[in-house]
């Protein structure tokens, strides 16, 4: 048994990614843009996973930190 770093979860080595260090479940719920939080919601530009800290909220959708400078949402580099 295999403990998940994101999840705190005890899984078998069939459902645990050594890549990241985490269950398949969070592997395939992990933030696109950091890889080491949960996602919150989809990119409503490019579609990719994002956390809260990596997205700006514009409305009723979330645009990741990357697609949100391009469309001059913000102005800086967020820290990670």
Partial sequence: MIRCRV???HVCSDDFDH????CKA????LCQVCRERLAIGHCAKCGRLVCRRDSVRVG???Y???CARELGLVSEVKNK
């Fill in 64 to 66: 990741c930190i990357d």
């Fill in 7 to 9: 999840c705190g979860r």
């Fill in 19 to 22: 890549s990241i260090n985490a």
């Fill in 60 to 62: 009723l959708s979330r």
């Fill in 26 to 29: 969070c592997s395939a719920t």
